[in-house]
């Protein structure tokens, strides 16, 4: 006779009526206490693979840094989990006017600050007016605001936002509402004290910083006053590690709980192991290779160290001829994305952009060679080519150093270029170093990536002559340092469009005019591959549902919905305690469900996780 360990839910919200019938050898089944573990602190523990530039939310841009923002401060809205669409958050309801200049946010009352201070429409006006008059405020999402006249408070529950012209992602804004009565008092933004947690760990998210320490790791402990109710987990910690290989060591030892950005060897090793849960979903981000073309700030006036010869778009073209980005899927990514095409990703299908025939610049080293022997680009003896002026094809290749894609694209890119005459030099570098590079133009090729929002305007602003720094490296938000006239027009036009169809149209041109004068090369849309402890944690809420990521989202779902082994039945809102039960005997569990039957399974694949 053997002992066995059943789990058994009820949902009726979701299945209707359901019934369970139980087949034992005539043995009477016997509730046993939840498990002392899941009694304990209930900790998550992530492993971090990309660096934290800033806990401040005005100037955090990098990737994990904007996720801290997302799980520790209020927005006005948020982009809900099923479908990544505006949902309800600080803001209970939004109405435009009738001309669309004028947006009216309902803000929630009974919110409190983590020093217990109230959250009103105040603090939001205070956000916002902050990023206007302010350039350093503007660092990380000032495209939202740059259309704004005015922001006004009435009273603590509404707040008022004035546009110039009509402004269509203004359900969306993308920006944390930090506490008036914390920040007011800074007055240089740059000033590294705004990572200290008396300022920046002030919130009204789901979570609060509760310790930081640089290159290691942050705490954050639940907001068990939050007003969606608090999280399921009692801690979250996030655990950088100097690379994925690194951490997935730690995944196996059971010291991290949940890891993203796996590459695709550590994806398929995992899968199968004991206790692990691999989730393979569409990827939000794009990846690139940027090209110095002679980039400028916002005066025009040139940046960084940048070889010439690449503001001839010519040899930009020949560069992008010869770079197989089908390849670059299908041997460092083992066909675990997409062909890059434009700036936004085809998990956000209505405004994605892939060129056509007639658009497209094809993978063709003959052709490569071409254009430069047309250009005047002609090769020596020792198969380099020279400039008109005599100066060799001699470019430098950055990107991450702890990223094994940067690596096999770098090694794939250098052949290529060779192949046509262009030696380059491969320089793969910290994230902090590749952020500094980068935001200064020193480089001529550099291998990086974004992610992007639902609404499509994020991905497009970050290539507008706007979004450059100013000339004392002020503000600023960009990523190729474009700045292209006829690309702005369309930017202003899709941003101004109410009619769906014709905005998605305008989305689309801009990604095709950026496209042709090839600042950068969208290689690709990686899928977002992550694994979990399944022996710990039993569910996390994917976005967009029902296969979306864990951790790669716009939002704090994942981690919020982070539901510990042992209080699965608590995992959805209103259902019942968690029933753990001793079975002697053979048994088998058999849901009925309208007719049809279901076996009871332990540890879920992501296909089945709701």
């Not at 205070?126 to 922001?151: I, P």
Request: glycine share 8%.
């Amino acid at each position: 006779m053997g002992w066995f360990l059943v789990h058994f839910q009820r949902r009726l919200g979701r299945f209707g009526r359901v019934g369970a019938v139980v087949a034992a050898a005539t043995l009477a089944a016997i509730p046993l206490a939840v498990p002392a573990q899941a009694q304990q602190g209930k900790v998550l523990r992530v492993a971090l693979t990309t660096g934290i530039d800033h806990l401040n939310p005005f100037t955090a841009v990098l990737a994990a840094s904007t996720q801290i923002g997302r799980f520790t401060y209020e927005f006005l809205t948020v982009p809900d989990a099923a479908k990544a669409e505006a949902s309800p958050a600080l803001a209970e309801s939004w109405t435009p006017s009738p001309d669309k200049l004028t947006w009216t946010f309902k803000i929630r009352s009974g919110a409190k600050w983590s020093d217990g201070q109230p959250v009103t429409a105040k603090d939001a006006a205070f956000t916002f007016n902050r990023m206007l008059k302010d350039e350093n405020a503007r660092t990380a999402n000032g495209n939202y605001v740059a259309n704004f006249e005015t922001v006004t408070a009435p009273d603590d529950t509404t707040l008022v936002i004035k546009t110039k012209a009509v402004q269509v992602n203004m359900n969306l804004l993308d920006v944390p509402i930090v506490p008036q009565h914390v920040w007011e008092g800074v007055t240089d933004l740059k000033d590294p004290s705004t990572d200290d947690l008396k300022i920046a760990g002030v919130s009204d998210g789901p979570f609060q910083v509760t310790e930081y320490k640089p290159n290691e790791y942050v705490k954050l402990k639940a907001n068990k006053d939050y007003w969606r109710g608090a999280p399921k987990i009692d801690e979250l910690q996030l655990l950088q590690f100097k690379d994925t290989e690194a951490a997935v060591n730690a995944l196996k030892q059971g010291e991290v709980d949940v890891i993203n950005r796996l590459n695709p060897n550590q994806f398929a090793a995992l899968q199968g192991q004991d206790g692990i849960t691999t989730n393979a979903a569409p990827g939000r981000r794009y990846d690139e290779l940027a090209l110095n073309f002679g980039v400028t700030d916002s005066s025009n006036n040139p940046i960084g160290d940048g070889n010439p010869v690449l503001k001839d778009i010519n040899v930009r073209k020949a560069i992008t001829q010869a770079v197989d980005t089908q390849s670059l899927v299908d041997k460092v990514l083992k066909g675990l994305g997409q062909v890059g095409g434009g700036v936004v990703p085809p998990v956000y299908s209505a405004y994605h952009w892939d060129p056509s025939d007639t658009e497209k610049v094809k993978f063709d080293l003959a052709a490569a060679n071409a254009t430069l022997e047309q250009a005047g680009y002609k090769k020596g003896p020792d198969g380099v080519r020279t400039a008109p002026g005599g100066a060799k094809l001699e470019l430098r290749l950055t990107g991450h150093s702890n990223r094994s894609y940067d690596q096999g694209v770098a090694q794939y890119v250098s052949g290529w270029l060779k192949d046509i005459g262009i030696t380059v030099k491969q320089d793969l570098v910290s994230d902090d170093e590749l952020s500094d590079r980068t935001a200064t133009g020193k480089y001529d090729l550099a291998i990086g990536g974004y992610g992007t929002n639902p609404d499509p305007d994020y991905a497009l602003s970050l290539h507008t002559c706007a979004a450059r720094p100013s000339a004392d490296g002020k503000g600023g938000s960009t990523d190729t340092f474009f700045c292209d006239a006829p690309y702005d027009e369309l930017y202003k036009k899709q941003l101004t469009e109410t009619d769906d169809a014709k905005r998605a149209d305008y989305v689309k041109q801009a990604q095709a005019r950026l496209y042709s004068q090839f600042p950068t090369i969208v290689l690709d849309y990686q899928n977002a591959l992550e694994a979990y402890r399944s022996d710990k944690f039993s569910a996390f809420t994917t976005q967009p549902q029902p296969k979306g990521a864990i951790l790669e989202q716009t939002g704090y779902w994942g981690v919020y919905g982070a539901t510990p082994a042992g209080t699965e039945a608590t995992a959805d809102s209103g259902s019942s305690g968690t029933v753990v039960w001793i079975v002697v005997g053979a048994i088998v569990v058999v849901i009925i469900v309208a007719g049809g039957v279901i076996i009871s399974r332990r540890n879920k694949t992501s296909e089945d996780r709701e």
